[in-house]
């Protein structure tokens, strides 16, 4: 009996030391920075933002981010407030990231933009929408300003749909029809749709990041997001939505879909907002810094939705 106990001590004890040992040699498939709405301009705070604290605190953030030797960062828009010109100082310090910066925008970067393509280019965007690959991932930054009142659109193609999303709004009596939020275009969605099965077939995890959000935040959504999620919903390939957009941050499922809202860095005279995201096999883990949340997602609970 005292050998039976003996055998069984000694195999707990190993079973413990193996999966000590497991946590700490456990390394994350990739990491990468997060920020949103930095809204940085040079002009007096109002209420609870404080635009000009926004520089310091992306200073701030490029130091983390280049002390971690993150690969890339993400940038989910609004990273001026009002200005075009105030854009400048801004990719002067994201100059000092020693990595990428990959940028979907935000309602405020349009503001005084009279060309949309400029302002793509001043952000090194690819297109106004786009993808890119790290290992088995894919990353996809849709564009949720490219139908908006905002961005251009008078006189094109663009008007018309519009014009369709903001009747769609009423008609459901929906609360996001407001004038600093914007939606996809039909074409985005099928470019979305065609490149979801594309990843389906080869087995690719997928994160779709835009600048608003398709849910979580009442009034301040993408204006076509039931369409959109509509979209999304049936591929399994999808592990979260990130998004920007509400400074307060959320974070909810929308049907069986995380999405993850990042609080934004322009809120508050001196607590910075940015986080690190780690991807592993079976999970995200977000680590926020300052105000953003610290959140830990399992892809088992969403594998077989």
């Known amino acids: 009996m005292k050998k039976i106990s003996l055998y069984l001590y000694n195999g707990l004890v190993l079973l413990l030391t193996a999966n000590l040992l497991y946590a700490q040699t456990e390394k994350p498939v990739i990491r990468f920075g997060l920020i949103a709405d930095p809204q940085y301009a040079d002009a007096d705070s109002r209420g609870t933002r404080f ?33 075009p010109a105030d854009l400048d100082p801004v990719l002067q310090v ?18 005084g933009v009279a060309s949309n393509e400029t302002l793509y280019k001043k952000l090194k965007m690819p297109a106004p929408y786009y993808s890119f690959k790290k290992g088995n991932w894919r990353f996809i930054m849709l564009n949720t300003n490219e139908i ?23 008609e ?92 934004g860095m322009v809120e508050t ?5 940015y986080g690190i995201v780690e991807l592993y096999p079976d999970k995200l883990m977000l680590k926020g810094y300052g105000r953003m949340t610290t959140r830990t997602i399992s892809f088992k609970t969403i594998k077989n939705r």
């Open 148 to 170: 908006a009142s905002y961005s251009n659109v008078a006189g094109t193609w663009k008007e018309q749909e519009l014009n369709v999303m903001l009747k769609n709004i009423n």
């Open 94 to 111: 994201l100059k000092q990231l020693r990595s990428p910066v990959y940028t979907t925008p935000g309602n405020h970067d349009y503001t």
């Open 51 to 83: 635009y000009r604290n926004s520089l310091k605190k992306l200073e701030d953030c490029v130091i983390t981010f280049n002390q971690e030797k993150l690969p890339f960062m993400i940038n989910l828009g609004d990273i001026t407030d009002r200005n």
């Open 269 to 273: 005279p001196d607590q910075n907002s």
């Open 172 to 263: 459901r009596h929906g609360k996001n029809a407001q004038e600093y939020n914007g939606g996809i275009s039909s074409r985005q969605l099928q470019w979305l749709k065609a490149l979801l099965q594309r990843s389906e077939r080869k087995g690719e995890n997928v994160l779709i990041f835009s600048h608003h959000p398709f849910g979580c935040a009442t009034g301040l959504t993408a204006l076509n997001d039931k369409e959109v999620i509509a979209v999304i919903a049936p591929f399994k390939c999808v592990r979260a939505l990130i998004a920007g957009h509400h400074h307060a941050g959320a974070f909810c499922e929308i049907g069986t879909l995380p999405c993850i809202v990042a609080e």
